[in-house]
């Protein structure tokens, strides 16, 4: 470890030795050591707080080729018009991997699925979702989230739109803090992302601290699922480790509120269900399955880029790599990984906030 001790006592002076012995980018942690030996300075970098996890190098999630196949799409034994029909498609959410790809005499593009062979026309690839969570390091000081669109930021809550030329936005799945809640004149909350900029609730996902539950250890591995707003946290005992978005289930098939444990495991594993006609689905190689609550898992979802939002038939879907660190994380806890889902009041964030009076909306006049 690299230590600079500094015996200087004008300020002055003092961060001018801070800057040379301190390299570019570097964050220095300086405090009093005693009053001989005045500030020292620990040199070596500060990790971030909120750091994107890297690719596992062997993550499952590179070795396929995603796609959905329409509706009744013809199955053929061989890739060729000439080769019997096996069958189609069927009907319904069909999500699988291209097992081969060929090229007929005649230039037509062919993917190996289902047992068959079918035209590409018939097929879409999937690229997944380009969000992942966040690392932490550190615990969170303040709430924290994500855009779940584009956002033009008011200078009060319930402002009004700033003219052209002197908006900024904020984009999906911009990452923000937050640093004051206040209710609007609206009826909406709003929330300042930092120097004065205001956000409508309706527009983030935000994450915050959740006590353990009394039925987890202090050195035990749990996941809180907030269905409000719709976003997940790892803690190990008190602490936040991870955090990012889900997709709950619809309100047709809602997710179960409640405190259960993880009771099953698959690295990639295929998932169906629902009725023909109606929400029958049949998806290939799902990622990282953990079974908590009967056949209700947390899990990686590659067929949708809605997270923040209500999507699923129960499960909680996460963006692939999310859940992929989850289930290695997980594997190296105490216990069989709790999972506590619940719905967070609306306003549990603005109870934080002491000033959190109504704000009335200014005139175009002001």
Known sequence: MKRTVIFFASAAVLLAALFL?????????????????????????????????????????????????????????????????????????????????????????????????????????????????MEINGQPSRPFGWMLDTWILRSTPAGPVPPEGQRTFLERYDFVQIYDAAEGS??????????????????????????????VGEDEFWVDVDLTEQVFAAYEGDDMVYASLVSSGLDRWPTRPGLFQVWDRHLSAPMSGGEVGDDFYNIEHVPHSMY????????????????????????????????????????????????????????HILAQYSDHTTVAAPTLAD
């Open 186 to 215: 609206d009826g909406w909350l709003w929330y300042d992302i930092g120097d004065g900029q205001w956000v409508r609730e309706n527009y983030l996902s935000i994450v915050d601290l959740t006590p353990r539950p009394e039925e």
């Open 21 to 133: 012995n301190v390299s570019r980018g570097e964050a220095a942690a300086c405090y009093i050591a005693s009053p001989v030996m005045g500030y020292v300075c620990d040199a070596r970098p500060q990790p971030a707080q909120f750091v994107t996890p890297e690719p596992r190098e062997d993550s499952i999630l590179s070795r396929f080729t995603y796609s959905w196949i329409e509706d009744h799409a013809p199955l053929h034994a061989e890739p060729t018009l000439d080769a019997p029909l096996i069958g189609d498609a069927g009907v319904g959410f069909l999500y699988n991997t291209i097992q081969g790809v060929a090229t007929d005499a005649d230039g037509n593009r062919w993917f190996k699925m289902m047992g068959g062979w079918t035209l590409s026309g018939y097929v879409n690839i999937v690229e997944g979702t380009p969000f992942t969570g």
């Open 292 to 347: 908590f609550d009967g056949g209700i898992s947390l899990h990686g979802a590659y067929w949708h880029n809605l997270f923040g939002r209500q999507r699923s038939h129960g499960c909680v879907n996460m963006p692939p790599r999310d859940a992929e660190w989850v289930f290695f994380w997980s594997e190296k806890a105490p216990n069989d990984l709790w999972v506590l889902v619940q719905k967070k009041a609306p306003d």
